[in-house]
């Protein structure tokens, strides 16, 4: 008997191993049949402390070598401003740096992927022949939440094109003092309209269907990108408008003006929170676990991942970097799940490795953050589809994309006067003028119409940074073949005078600027600005089109000025501001912001007990379009447009 009974007990113990051998080998966070929470779990349980910390680390491009990225187990890369793999680098190029770092990811024991990451603040912005859509300051105007939600959807698609998932926007900081350098990023200073544009939000990252929990984070497939709601919170409040510096508010102005965005961000299934190097009432909110931790996560129940900004805990201590262990342990600790550590990340490895391995820092909170930057990219789908293809390519700078960049700027700008008189407007103008005029330093000027975050951090000056279409170049589109363009930079008020001009357009403003550099006490247009709008609209009949990031000084010109167009920072699609000024569409847009006086009254907003604008909030002139070009649009099959343009047309009795 016992002969029969040994190889059958053989066989069964061998059964038995290939069996074990086969279940270790099963990993259920490879498993996309499987809960998201059971994937997590498995995922969490099998990492070691070094791969857990790699997650929550995030490098700057230059730096993310393969071998660094498989030694380091680095969870994610960016682009800085003006990070790219070559000057004006194909969308190809792109995919192929991207895919050779997720490649270094994979690679690893866990092969958990990495994520990209990017600035894609008005348009897929770093990437040369992107569609660069007006900035946040002009898309308030519109009022037009649709608009704002079909930008976001364009801006993923050429986003994915180039191989990238995550886009670090959209910014929605409250601007209170357009002293700022950060206040073109800024939608409105009227919270109520910030929320409304959370609305790119379902566009960049697509509708939250009715069954996902609220803050649980969602990104709906290979054509969406993860956003990035910033920077949290009241960045848009600081005393002064100075860059980084302290909003000194009340819990109830705190809770009322800059919160309710994030509310509404979070409803809409934002994926990530990237925290504010400002401070509240003195105390940095890189460091403000009541805000992060106890607010966003506990309050409002955030479930994707809260991300510093560049170096932001390094800027805890003053001067920036003082006493870094104290910098990690208060970042980390008030509830940072993912660190900007761009070029010295080893320092920043070697710390919290450190500090966990001390008690310091408990597990629970490293555990906390790599739950949540697991979760955002299973969401994602980055296990399933770690690597992109060209497949996308031919939808960066596609012209559907730019045509919808062209309807946001015409319905961006703001018509501030118009003759003397509503009985005797001075826009439309007419296409059929024998000579006209075009001056300024912004009217031939690509750079200096897309403004900061174009190509480079701080924006380019001139024509060779992106492909798209100067103002000038769009009123020669425009006008009659007739018509004679003479366009002179700076003319002196006699060539004015004596060359017959029928009328002149001039286009002035800032020049490029980004945070920091952009910071500005006096708000004025810098030379020659004025005295182009003073030798030339003392000298013939003009219009003045201000291409800027924000209110700035206009008196005592507008005396001088026959109409008065805020442009703000419109892009690569100037056609859109011929589109209005020679009546193909009615001027709509109504300020987002108050236009001041003084620089002396700011901090001014509307409701303020010293409000006195030069143009209050919510003010703008409308005029009608000067022919039927917007009937057209419905061969085009604009719908909206048909129906607006044919209920107007029967009041009118057309």
Not at 17 to 41: G, H, Q
Not at 171 to 192: F, K, L, Q
Not at 329 to 346: C, K, L, R, Y
Not at 442 to 454: E, F, P, S, V, Y
Request: neutral net charge.
């Amino acid at each position: 008997m016992g002969r029969f009974l040994l190889p059958i007990l053989g066989w069964f113990l061998l059964l038995s191993c290939l069996s074990a051998f086969t279940e270790a080998e099963y990993m259920r966070y490879k498993d996309p049949k499987k809960p998201l929470n059971v994937r997590i779990k498995d995922l969490m349980s099998r990492m070691t402390l070094a791969e857990k910390i790699g997650q929550m680390t995030q490098i700057e491009r230059k730096e993310a070598t393969p071998d660094v990225i498989s030694k380091y187990f680095i969870g994610s890369v960016l682009s800085g401003g003006g990070s790219v793999p070559a000057p004006k680098a194909s969308p190809e190029a792109w995919v192929d740096l991207v895919n050779g770092m997720q490649k270094a990811a994979l690679s690893t024991r866990l092969g958990i992927p990495m994520i990209y990451g990017i600035d894609a603040v008005h348009g897929h912005n770093n990437v040369y022949n992107a569609t660069i859509f007006p900035h946040n300051v002009g898309l308030g105007v519109t009022r037009d939440p649709a608009l704002i939600k079909r930008i976001g959807e364009a801006t993923a698609l050429e986003c994915r094109a180039t191989g990238i998932p995550y886009a670090f926007a959209p910014c929605i900081a409250v601007c209170r003092d357009p002293r700022w350098g950060r206040c073109y990023e800024s939608y409105s200073e009227d919270h109520t309209i910030v929320q409304a544009m959370t609305e790119i939000i379902p566009g960049l990252q697509g509708d939250v269907p009715p069954d996902v929990k609220k803050g649980v984070p969602f990104v709906g497939g290979k054509t969406k990108v993860a956003a990035c709601a910033k920077h949290f919170v009241g960045d848009g409040g600081t005393t002064k408008g100075i860059d980084e510096n302290n909003t000194v508010i009340d819990s109830r102005g705190l809770f009322s003006i800059h919160m309710p965005a994030y509310h509404d961000s979070i409803k809409k299934g934002v994926a990530t929170v990237m925290v504010s190097y400002s401070s509240w009432n003195g105390l940095r909110m890189h460091a403000n676990r009541d805000l992060v931790t106890g607010y966003l996560k506990n309050k409002l129940k955030f479930r994707g991942f809260v991300i510093s900004d560049w170096e932001g805990i390094d800027r805890i201590t003053d001067p920036p970097g003082r006493n870094y262990s104290y910098s990690v342990e208060a970042g980390v600790g008030a509830g940072i799940d993912m660190i900007m550590v761009p070029e010295d990340f080893t320092k920043f490895l070697n710390e919290l490795t450190s500090q966990v391995k001390k008690n310091i820092i408990p597990m629970s909170r490293i555990d906390d953050a790599v739950k949540r930057i697991l979760r955002v990219k299973f969401v994602m789908g980055l296990f399933e589809s770690p690597l992109a293809d060209y497949s996308l390519a031919n939808q960066l700078g596609s012209q559907e994309h730019r045509d919808l960049a062209r309807e946001a700027v015409r319905k961006s700008l703001v018509l501030l006067k118009n003759g003397e008189s509503a009985d005797k407007p001075f826009v439309p103008l007419p296409k059929n003028a024998k000579k006209i005029l075009v001056a300024g330093s912004h009217a031939d000027n690509l750079g200096r119409q897309c403004g900061g975050w174009t190509i480079e951090w701080q924006g380019v000056n001139g024509n060779d940074l992106t492909t798209g279409t100067t103002i000038l170049n769009a009123i020669k589109k425009t006008v009659d073949p007739t018509t004679q363009v003479i366009y002179n930079e700076n003319p002196d008020s006699n060539y004015v005078k004596t060359n017959s001009f029928d009328y002149a357009i001039v286009v002035v403003g800032e020049p490029p600027y980004a945070e920091m550099q952009g910071d500005s006490f006096n708000l004025t247009i810098p030379e020659p600005g004025p005295t182009t709008i003073s030798s030339v609209c003392g000298a013939v009949k003009c219009v003045v089109v201000v291409i800027s990031g924000r209110p700035v000084v206009l008196q005592p010109y507008v005396s001088y000025m026959d109409a008065l167009v805020a442009a703000w920072l419109p892009g690569t699609e100037g056609q859109g501001v011929t589109d209005v000024l020679f009546g193909d569409y009615g001027f709509t847009g109504k300020l987002a912001r108050t236009w001041f006086k003084t620089v002396d009254q700011l901090p001014m907003n509307v409701g303020d007990k010293h409000y006195d604008p030069l143009f209050p909030f919510g003010f703008g002139l409308t005029t009608k379009p000067s022919n039927r070009t917007e009937f057209i649009g419905l061969i085009f099959g604009d719908l909206e447009m048909f129906s607006r343009y044919y209920v107007e047309g029967c009041k009118d009795g057309v």
